[in-house]
């Protein structure tokens, strides 16, 4: 009887479940499962995430060329500049300090015209020796100031050594165009010092040389000159009286 009665309540309660879904207020509606619904939003979330990483992917691009570019634009923190100006300045000081006849033009055509000129049929014979005297002081001075110009490329040289060596490695490290670019053009720079220096050194020479070889001409036409008076006949002997004893 009590297994009779259980089975009762039980159907009675299903029945009430029922009844209370399909007679609920209007305010209370089934929950309906649509297959084909629930596909749809999950595509749309699957586009939407995708576009989602793609945004992200080209935000990493950007973000990367932004760095490339800095990298690109980022100057070198190394200069020679400075150096190099002061082994050009030092050199341009030795030639500056060329002694008696210097690198002027109008100062060369008046040296040339008198101390290296003709000499004079007329002057005295200390005067042409006074002229060879300053002839050879010329030369003397000139030879000093290539050797001074000389010593001073000599010196710049180990400047050069380590501002190379310098570059070289920041260029080998540049981390971008532009560094690569300056470390290049810094390099030009010092080759035109060294170019600069070589110039310097051969005009110091080459004026040592063209005075010596102009004192020597000089010297020869000083020398026929006084040739020319030894072998002109002379007055002759005159004699005078001499008083030897008071």
Do not use: C
Request: charge should be positive; hydrophobic fraction near 45%; aromatic fraction near 4%.
């Amino acid at each position: 009887m009590s297994t009779k009665h259980s089975y009762i309540r039980a159907a009675f309660a299903e029945a009430a479940v029922l009844t209370a879904l399909w007679t609920a207020p209007g305010s209370a509606q089934l929950v309906v499962y649509d297959p084909s619904n629930y596909v749809q939003n999950v595509l749309q979330a699957a586009r939407a995430l995708e576009q989602i990483n793609n945004q992200i992917s080209g935000l990493q691009n950007q973000a990367q060329m932004l760095v490339n570019q800095a990298r690109n634009l980022a100057g070198l923190p190394q200069s020679s500049l400075n150096q190099i100006q002061q082994s050009i300045q030092r050199t341009q000081q030795l030639l500056g300090q060329a002694q008696r006849i210097t690198y002027d033009v109008g100062q060369i055509d008046h040296a040339f015209s008198s101390t290296y000129g003709a000499a004079s049929t007329t002057a005295a014979d200390q005067a042409l020796i006074d002229g060879a005297r300053e002839r050879w002081r010329n030369s003397i001075a000139a030879l000093q100031d290539a050797m001074k110009v000389q010593a001073g490329v000599v010196a710049n040289l180990d400047t050069n050594r380590v501002e190379t060596s310098s570059l070289v490695t920041a260029s080998q490290g540049a981390t971008g165009a532009l560094q690569a670019m300056q470390a290049g053009n810094q390099l030009i720079a010092l080759q035109i010092q060294q170019i600069a220096d070589l110039t310097a050194a051969v005009a110091a020479q080459g004026r040592a040389q063209n005075l010596e070889a102009a004192q020597r001409a000089a010297a020869q036409e000083q020398a026929r000159e006084q040739l020319r008076r030894f072998l002109t006949p002379g007055a002759g002997y005159r004699p005078t009286t001499v008083r030897m004893f008071r």
